[in-house]
């Protein structure tokens, strides 16, 4: 399986609130791999305009943080792959970000994961979305089914999958962890095969761990025999550049 959403690296670079303890990376890892996954797609959150100072500096951090992790899991012999990526924030300037190579994507493919916000309505969503496009890079939306009940005027799943646009999907909502009107959306979105990919959005290697299996009878139960395969491997793969 490949977890395409999950904030290990938090226990590696200092890049959001959170004290550094390679230990609880590799606790992560080791859960994770023994749930199946065999690639982390590592997704911190990155907020731009709340990071000042040189982005490409934080950029080239993370990228080394990956290099680190991977260096240790290999010294450990936990059989994972970390690649690089992040949960980048909207904001407006981030086709400006794009436009200066300093937009963190998934496998350091074109797939840049965007975060949009719960709490409010940005009425600049779709145009920044739109200009990442222009300039070639494709937008997945980081755990989409939690737009439910929230002030998203004119975001509609399947408007955003015709343009082109990937939404993911979290293994908690399909679980319920989130309340089941996000757990009624994530299954829609599974059985209306509009889901992309599935994370596990993990950010500890307990209450919020690693895990993606425990969502498969769900999966399979929404989309159908083979749409947990498609949602953890096949469409993952492709949107980090190794289909």
Avoid at 72 to 96: F, M
Wanted: with cysteine.
């Amino acid at each position: 399986m490949i977890d395409l959403h999950n904030h290990i690296l938090r226990y590696v670079v200092p890049i959001h609130r959170t004290e550094p303890d390679i230990e609880v990376a590799v606790r992560m890892a080791e859960v994770a791999a023994a749930d199946g996954i065999r690639i982390i797609v590592s997704t911190p959150h990155f907020r731009p305009a709340g990071l000042g100072g040189d982005l490409r500096a934080v950029v080239e951090m993370l990228r080394a943080g990956v290099v680190e992790l991977n260096r240790v899991l290999r010294q450990r012999g936990i059989d994972i792959e970390v690649v690089g990526g992040a949960e980048v924030q909207l904001w407006e300037g981030l086709p400006d970000l794009a436009t200066d190579g300093l937009l963190p994507t998934l496998g350091e493919g074109r797939h840049v994961m965007v975060e949009l916000p719960i709490a409010s309505y940005a009425a600049y969503a779709e145009q920044v979305l739109f200009e990442l496009q222009l300039k070639g890079y494709r937008p997945v939306i980081a755990h989409f089914e939690r737009m439910a009940g929230a002030p998203v005027q004119g975001t509609r799943a399947e408007e955003l999958v015709a343009r082109g646009i990937k939404l993911q999907v979290n293994c908690e909502s399909l679980a319920g962890r989130r309340g089941r009107e996000v757990q009624h959306a994530a299954h829609e979105l599974v059985r209306d095969g509009l889901a992309a990919a599935l994370g596990s959005d993990a950010h500890d290697p307990g209450d919020r761990s690693p895990r993606l299996s425990v969502c498969r009878g769900a999966v399979n139960r929404a989309g159908g025999r083979g749409a947990f395969r498609r949602l953890t491997w096949d469409q993952p793969l492709a949107i980090i550049g190794r289909a």
